[in-house]
């Protein structure tokens, strides 16, 4: 709970100090026609998220596993600085995956890494299709107010309760960072939104939540069941990632460079719920499964 706490409190307290650095900076999310929001917004809030999440890790990280949690850190860190980069200037998309897999390399190297298929090139590969996938579904589910920090809010507490019962200190610390991070930045997030996590929030968080779903193990039960579960948690940004690479294929445009409003978020808005009605539907959606 000090971990979850520590994290709320800086993220809460830190916020308006990133929003007015934000503003200062030109850190700014234009409204346009392929966007929900109709005013300039601030959109470093990731910046809070990072330094929360980091800082309660740092104090509280006596037990932990020091290598792997640096790598995760190191990682993390790593694909933060892209997203602060792209939030500022933009970034070209391959350049911005070739650090995604630099990232998922760290984590490789110690020790984090898919352990189910029977093949050891396999398993690598495994390993970067799940978190530079996972990395940029947070990172594409980031679309309404609320929506991407509410779900990734859900799948901490998910994980938290999972490693409580199974006894993972590692997951579960740093599920209670993340979750508290989370907490603080929706606070600020929720509809109608004062500040945005931008890429450097969502490509952190989602860079987090793989790693979790790695470190997540229960033992006694079969690999391929193992896997499922983090696969069930973060099934709503795989699906949304899944309908949207596939909805524009079939139109002829690049999935990485053609953003619109095809996700679920903006379906159920064009169906007649309102933006708070959309989010609260896929939350609840988050839980059920």
């Known amino acids: 709970m000090l971990i979850l706490a520590s994290a709320l409190i800086i993220v809460i307290g830190s916020m308006p100090?990133?929003?007015?650095?934000?503003?200062?900076?030109?850190?700014?999310d234009q409204p346009s026609a392929r966007k929900v929001h109709t005013r300039p917004t601030p959109r470093l809030g990731g910046a809070a998220i990072y330094l929360g999440c980091i800082a309660a890790l740092l104090v509280f990280s006596d037990r932990f596993y020091v290598s792997q949690v640096v790598s995760i850190l190191v990682g993390a860190t790593l694909v933060s600085f892209l997203g602060v980069w792209d939030d500022r200037q933009g970034l070209r998309p391959l350049f911005k995956l070739a650090g995604q897999m630099l990232a998922t390399v760290i984590l490789m190297i110690s020790g984090i890494q898919v352990g189910f298929l029977h093949n050891a090139a396999l398993n690598l590969a495994a390993t970067l299709l799940w978190v530079v996938g996972i990395t940029n579904a947070l990172n594409l589910l980031d679309n309404m107010?609320?929506?991407?920090?509410?779900?990734?809010?859900?799948?901490?507490?998910?994980?938290?309760?999972?490693?409580?019962?199974?006894?993972?200190?590692?997951?579960?610390?740093?599920?209670?960072?993340?979750?508290?991070?989370?907490?603080?930045?929706?606070?600020?997030?929720?509809?109608p939104a004062s500040i945005f996590m931008g890429d450097t929030?969502?490509?952190?968080?989602?860079?987090?939540?793989?790693?979790?779903?790695?470190?997540?193990?229960?033992?006694?039960?079969?690999?391929?069941?193992?896997?499922?579960?983090?696969?069930?948690?973060?099934?709503?940004?795989?699906?949304?990632?899944?309908?949207?690479?596939?909805?524009?294929?079939?139109?002829?445009?690049?999935?990485?460079?053609?953003?619109?409003?095809?996700?679920?978020?903006?379906?159920?808005?064009?169906?007649?719920?309102?933006?708070?009605?959309?989010?609260?539907?896929?939350?609840?959606?988050?839980?059920?499964?």
């Open 17 to 28: 100090l990133v929003r007015r650095a934000a503003v200062r900076w030109g850190f700014m």
């Open 145 to 191: 107010d609320g929506l991407s920090g509410g779900v990734a809010t859900v799948a901490c507490i998910f994980f938290l309760l999972l490693a409580a019962m199974s006894g993972q200190y590692l997951v579960g610390s740093l599920a209670a960072a993340l979750l508290g991070a989370c907490l603080g930045f929706l606070y600020y997030n929720l509809n």
């Open 201 to 289: 929030g969502s490509l952190f968080i989602g860079f987090v939540l793989a790693a979790l779903g790695i470190k997540l193990r229960f033992p006694d039960n079969v690999a391929f069941v193992t896997w499922m579960i983090p696969v069930v948690v973060l099934g709503l940004p795989i699906f949304d990632t899944a309908l949207v690479v596939i909805s524009r294929l079939r139109r002829g445009l690049n999935p990485l460079t053609s953003p619109g409003k095809d996700h679920v978020s903006h379906r159920l808005v064009a169906m007649g719920a309102s933006q708070r009605e959309a989010v609260l539907m896929l939350y609840l959606v988050c839980c059920a499964l």
